[in-house]
């Protein structure tokens, strides 16, 4: 394995890259393998175990409707949300100590490579569901770490191409153990039980297992290579000081450094567009009544568009400036909800993934390049912890708008999508406001 990482660090797309740049971004390709997982896969093997009706909407003694399963599943996501937007700013403070992050992020890594690995033997519901809630936790606080090191790992002139690389092989390496898991969930009996070869317990465990196999060998090099260059000296913090510490962070980002403020609004806006639709596509295929197979086969495609989007704009970023490269995604965003007005057909569908993907890679990687370049380098974990609380708040007012249009009398799926460009507009002002505010690190573009 570290054979074939060193002939991948010297291949014609990776050679320009350092040792930690490149570690850094194969994380991206291991964590989107769950990501990948986590959108496709669990749900359909939760409802597996979750779902045994002896009637129309009657659960047989211990289980639960689809319906039901449906609504749990949401509601733990919906709680997994929640707590780490509330811990991410306390955990990105304390792995801001020197000598601190990799140990938070080894620990959080492994935690959610084990989870991932157990989660394929849980025997009943309800654990399934607590092994992946912590998982999923893990998850998303190495995340956290992750994006905070990017001012660790590369220059300031370089984190755009950097970002921009890890969204593009996050997304099609993803891919890579996630058809594996794909042909085991279907030799298992998934799509038909004239396909079975082996019992649906083999095809889980093989699907999670290539995972986080996948997941836990392409974070060694980061591990290893990783050196924490800035910190805060340690000090004995209680979580009370961290806590009074996180909220002068707060308070010093709405009243004196206003760049980051109206990027962070800006960013809430644009990214709650990005979200929904993501969230959302196939609700809106199927409120179309389009063909599911195809709508799946479209989004394996937008994978593929997306990898390529964000490589277009690693190679953009070396002649323009950030801001300029955002808001043409922004726009790219805007004109894709306002052809959702015509999506009638199948093909209409297609147009529209291949629009997402042009710019959902470049627009979340520019971001978090930018984001990095605004704030203060020796904080960036709990700035980046601040961040997600924005980032995972994503898609929860484009859902809420999309199902208002649908009860108003003649809504309809084509307008509620539609009605997301609003979100991007808006996004587009702040983004334009927050370029304008003076900043309080050097060197960052103006």
């Not at 010297?10 to 769950?34: C, H, I, M």
């Not at 279907?186 to 290539?210: A, D, H, Q, T, Y």
């Not at 997941?215 to 980061?222: G, Q």
């Not at 924490?228 to 004995?236: I, K, L």
Request: glycine fraction near 8%; charge should be positive; hydrophobic fraction near 50%.
């Amino acid at each position: 394995m570290k054979r074939l990482f060193q002939w991948l660090n010297k291949t014609k797309v990776f050679r320009d890259l350092s040792p930690q740049e490149f570690a850094w971004v194969l994380y991206d390709v291991g964590n989107s393998a769950y990501t990948m997982l986590a959108c496709s896969l669990i749900p359909i093997w939760f409802k597996a175990l979750a779902v045994r009706e002896v009637a129309e909407d009657v659960a047989a003694e211990g289980f639960l409707t689809q319906k039901a399963a449906t609504g749990t599943y949401s509601l733990v996501i919906a709680i997994v949300t929640i707590i780490i937007a509330l811990l991410g700013p306390v955990l990105g403070a304390f792995a801001d100590r020197k000598d601190t992050k990799k140990i938070f992020f080894t620990t959080t890594v492994a935690i959610g490579v084990v989870g991932c690995l157990i989660n394929s033997v849980a025997w009943s519901w309800i654990l399934f569901l607590v092994i992946y809630a912590i998982t999923k936790v893990s998850y998303q606080a190495s995340l956290t770490f992750y994006d905070s090191m990017l001012n660790d790992v590369t220059t300031e002139d370089r984190m755009d191409r950097v970002s921009s690389y890890g969204f593009a092989w996050g997304y099609i390496g993803s891919c890579i153990p996630f058809l594996v898991a794909l042909v085991a969930y279907i030799l298992s009996g998934g799509l038909s039980e004239n396909l079975m070869l082996f019992p649906p317990l083999v095809g889980k465990i093989i699907g999670f297992g290539i995972t986080a196999v996948w997941w836990m060998l392409v974070t060694i090099p980061l591990i290893k290579n990783y050196k924490q260059s800035n910190y805060v000296e340690r000090e004995h913090n209680s979580v009370g000081k961290v806590f009074r510490g996180i909220l002068h962070t707060f308070k010093k980002i709405a009243l004196e450094d206003r760049k980051v403020l109206f990027f962070l609004i800006a960013f809430f806006l644009y990214i709650d567009g990005v979200g929904t639709i993501i969230d959302n596509c196939i609700n809106i295929g199927t409120a179309l009544g389009l063909n599911t197979v195809g709508q799946v086969v479209f989004l394996l495609a937008t994978q593929v568009v997306a990898w390529g989007g964000s490589l277009v704009f690693a190679a953009l970023s070396k002649k323009f400036k950030t801001v300029p490269l955002i808001l043409v995604c922004i726009v790219g965003y805007f004109a894709v909800c306002l052809y959702a007005l015509a999506l009638k057909e199948l093909w209409h569908f297609g147009v529209l993934a291949f629009g997402v993907g042009c710019f959902q890679g470049s627009i979340q990687s520019l971001s978090r390049s930018y984001y990095s370049k605004i704030i203060p380098p020796e904080n960036s974990g709990e700035y980046f912890g601040i961040y997600d609380i924005f980032s995972k708040g994503a898609s929860f007012l484009g859902s809420a708008l999309i199902s208002v249009v649908m009860f108003i009398p003649g809504g309809n799926i084509n307008i509620a999508v539609a009605s997301l460009a609003i979100f991007f507009a808006l996004g587009f002002v702040f983004l334009i406001i927050s370029n304008k505010q003076p900043s309080n690190r050097k060197a960052v573009e103006e």
